[in-house]
């Protein structure tokens, strides 16, 4: 089955509504040894598969050839006898549902394992069969994916029922995909007779189907059944349109000619010039793919009905194509993506790409390998057995799954730690609906699978859990950022983590989260650590300064414990008093007899910095550092410079500014940091914070200038600091 092969020109019919007997619930209990030695020894079947499964069987031998087909023909005799009486409400023997199910399973090429349990997946819920009986006959592998699937088979459709059910669905899927792909192509066949149900329950079906079971055949990279059950939901949910996009689809179609067809032997005649061994096919787009390029474009043209696809044998020619596609007809380069240098989340791998024509038809064009290509179909089902012999056993026993993808596991991780079935259900459907992934890297060279639009925050809580409680900000692409910094494919982050062990998440964090691993953990952290005072519906206010510190009457630092959360210390003035002389500044001597000096508040300059003077008003010479701009302006404004020098006194007043992330008892460390130098705060500010930065202002009394760069050498090293620097103020314009 291919998932573009073909368009239909209408939909299927459904199956008209016939009485059917109800399933059969007691039945006596099969000996399966006895039909496993009649199916044997009976002359009907000793030689050749009974004819009801031939049909499976040369779907499941084109793409294994050497397949041992005897367990599907015992598994067929058992499932034909066990279901026998059973019927289908469309009226159908129930037989043809197990033998329908297989044979999706293997027109996709699934390993024979899978088809044997496909054909027994309903005997354990709907008949006497046990698991202990499947197991003996079939072996311990079938026996699990039989009870994997039956356990997803009991689905009340009422919205209570919904979440458990599913979430037992992904722990299924899970610990084996296979399970999973026999539930797809179930639902599938389930879906192509869901006309003989009540219009309701086909809307309930569909909407399950369209909001759970279609995302994740896309993240399985089971392209093939998602996209036909996409049409099977859109012409349920959706009928006017649907029936719009078929006229559109059977107009097009009528037409004489078909430029998607002209620019594919285009194609072919370029890559046989170049010697490229290829072959190039024209791929129809699925309804709801026609209906999505409507909605974007309006008034469709011709190809755009349709895509080109180009399958070769190994990786490189993949790119030897495109370059030959690049270099004689004309490229869209706005639609270059690649696939297979950075391949998508779901094992997909292609080259995409565009061209055009001189009368302005453009096609998309798809460049990938025939294993690829079964990829890009097929996803884990084409991935085969994962626990055939070959495979590498774990050493404690447990069954690893090597074709699961990361998304999986991540989402397995997070479901456990889920605090409710309603919370689950939420997250999941939010986590399923972001169909696309980013791949970041971290600085040691390893990388983390994230949903497109995550930020910072989802990146720390992917590689460290609920460690990363404790991060306090992030380097991307080696420059400082927010922990709500979006992400981008490719970006190299690196996590800077507290060391503090009281360090906590914000709330702020919940608006930046979008992963469910990282919306979960920092939900249970703050519903572990309610603030004080603070209803659970109110939230605190973001970014609060927990922590403070005021300066003691004698210049030392006396620390403050804040009572809540939006507590912050005293406000002093946002702009330091230095512009005033100062009994303790530094000496500065000014060549001009009788004048008197002063430190400009705009620079803030000490000892040893190279320095200059202004004249002002009153007699008084300003110093300024070299590099201050207030420099520049009273130089362009013609002022003269005065020359100044610094004098023997050792002692400054300097201002510095340090940035940081906002973390708990921040102020205390650096004022505490501050201290053990043996400098003195003249006053301090510490503005309001935004976007998780802090930003404190110190003006402190050194008493030796030399002390000035080891000060600010432990104010960086303060965790949660990211840099300290000399304050740069607006030169005053009385200047």
């Given amino acids: 089955?291919?998932?573009?092969?073909?368009?239909?020109?209408?939909?299927?019919?459904?199956?008209?509504?016939?009485?059917?007997?109800?399933?059969?619930?007691?039945r006596p209990r099969i000996d399966l040894r006895r039909l496993g030695r009649a199916a044997l020894l009976g002359p009907a079947t000793r030689d050749r598969l009974p004819d009801a499964i031939g049909h499976v069987a040369e779907a499941h031998r084109a793409h294994h050839p050497d397949a041992d087909l005897e367990p599907l023909r015992r598994a067929y005799l058992l499932a034909e006898s066990s279901h026998r009486g059973q019927m289908r409400k469309s009226g159908e023997p129930y037989i043809t549902h197990p033998l329908a199910v297989t044979l999706i399973l293997a027109e996709l090429g699934a390993e024979t394992t899978t088809l044997t349990a496909s054909l027994l997946h309903d005997t354990v819920e709907d008949t006497d069969v046990t698991l202990d009986q499947v197991r003996e006959e079939f072996g311990e592998e079938v026996r699990y994916l039989v009870d994997g699937v039956t356990k997803l088979e009991k689905v009340d459709y009422g919205a209570a029922a919904e979440p458990e059910t599913f979430r037992k669905m992904l722990v299924a899927t899970g610990n084996d995909v296979r399970v999973m792909s026999i539930k797809l192509a179930d639902r599938l066949h389930n879906m192509r007779t869901l006309g003989v149900m009540r219009p309701e329950k086909q809307e309930r079906i569909a909407k399950v189907t369209r909001d759970v079971l279609i995302p994740l055949a896309e993240r399985l990279g089971v392209q093939a059944l998602k996209t036909e059950l996409e049409d099977l939901v859109f012409a349920i949910l959706h009928p006017e349109e649907y029936e719009h996009t078929r006229e559109l689809i059977v107009e097009n179609a009528a037409h004489g000619d078909d430029p998607l067809a002209e620019m594919a032997d285009e194609v072919r005649s370029v890559l046989r010039e170049a010697g490229i061994q290829a072959e190039v096919l024209i791929r129809p787009r699925h309804f709801v793919s026609v209906h999505r390029i409507s909605r974007k474009r309006g008034r469709l043209r011709g190809a755009d009905f349709g895509r080109v696809l180009v399958l070769v044998n190994e990786d490189a020619d993949c790119y030897g194509v495109l370059g030959e596609l690049h270099?004689?007809?004309?490229?869209?380069?706005?639609?270059?993506k690649d696939f297979i240098a950075v391949p998508k989340f779901n094992l997909y791998q292609s080259l995409h790409t565009a061209v055009a024509r001189a009368d302005g038809e453009i096609a998309e064009v798809l460049i990938r390998t025939h294993q690829m290509h079964k990829v890009a179909e097929?996803?884990?089902?084409?991935?085969?057995?994962?626990?055939?012999?070959?495979?590498?056993?774990?050493?404690?026993?447990?069954?690893?799954?090597?074709?699961?993808?990361?998304?999986?596991?991540?989402?397995l991780e997070w479901q456990e730690a889920a605090p409710d079935t309603d919370t689950f259900w939420s997250t999941l459907r939010e986590d399923l609906a972001q169909d696309r992934e980013i791949t970041v890297f971290r600085p040691d060279g390893?990388?983390?699978?994230?949903?497109?639009?995550?930020?910072?925050?989802?990146?720390?809580?992917?590689?460290?859990?609920?460690?990363a409680h404790a991060c306090i900000g992030a380097r991307v692409n080696g420059r400082l950022a927010t922990l709500s910094t979006v992400l981008k494919d490719g970006d190299t982050v690196q996590l800077l983590m507290g060391q503090d062990p009281a360090s906590e998440p914000s709330r702020e964090w919940l608006e930046h989260a979008h992963t469910p691993a990282a919306r979960i953990a920092i939900q249970r952290w703050l519903a572990a650590h309610p603030v004080p005072g603070e209803s659970s519906g109110d939230a605190p206010e973001p970014g609060a300064v927990r922590s403070g510190a005021e300066s003691s009457p004698d210049g030392s630092a006396a620390h403050t414990t804040a009572p809540g959360p939006a507590a912050r210390p005293p406000a002093l003035p946002a702009r330091p008093t230095s512009d005033a002389p100062a009994a303790r500044a530094a000496n500065a001597v000014v060549d001009l007899p009788g004048a008197s000096v002063r430190l400009a508040g705009c620079c803030t300059p000490v000892p040893p910095d190279e320095i200059t003077g202004f004249a002002v008003r009153g007699g008084v010479v300003t110093v300024h550092r070299v590099e201050c701009a207030g420099v520049a302006r009273m130089k362009s404004a013609g002022r003269a410079e005065v020359g100044v020098r610094w004098g023997d006194t050792t002692e400054c007043r300097v201002t510095l500014v340090a940035e940081s992330f906002g973390r708990p008892h921040l102020l205390a460390d650096l004022t505490e940091a501050i201290a053990v130098e043996g400098v003195a705060i003249v006053s301090a500010t510490v503005e309001p914070p935004s976007q998780q930065r802090v930003r404190h202002t110190y003006t402190l009394q050194l008493p030796d200038a030399a002390r000035l760069p080891a000060l600010m050498r432990a104010m960086r090293n303060v965790p949660g600091v990211y840099d300290v620097s000399r304050a740069q103020y607006p030169a005053a314009a009385a200047h």
């Avoid at 089955?1 to 007691?26: I, L, V, Y």
């Avoid at 270099?327 to 270059?336: I, K, L, N, Y």
């Avoid at 074709?403 to 596991?409: H, I």
């Avoid at 989802?458 to 859990?465: H, K, L, N, P």
Wanted: proline share 14%; hydrophobic share 35%; net charge negative.
């Fill in 446 to 467: 390893g990388a983390l699978g994230l949903p497109e639009g995550a930020s910072c925050v989802d990146a720390a809580y992917a590689q460290y859990g609920e460690d």
């Fill in 378 to 411: 097929a996803g884990v089902i084409a991935l085969g057995n994962p626990y055939a012999p070959g495979s590498e056993d774990p050493a404690d026993g447990e069954r690893v799954d090597p074709t699961r993808p990361g998304w999986l596991s991540r989402l």
């Fill in 327 to 336: 270099t004689c007809m004309t490229p869209v380069v706005s639609e270059f």
């Fill in 1 to 26: 089955m291919s998932a573009e092969a073909t368009n239909p020109a209408t939909p299927a019919p459904a199956t008209p509504p016939t009485p059917g007997a109800h399933r059969r619930k007691s």
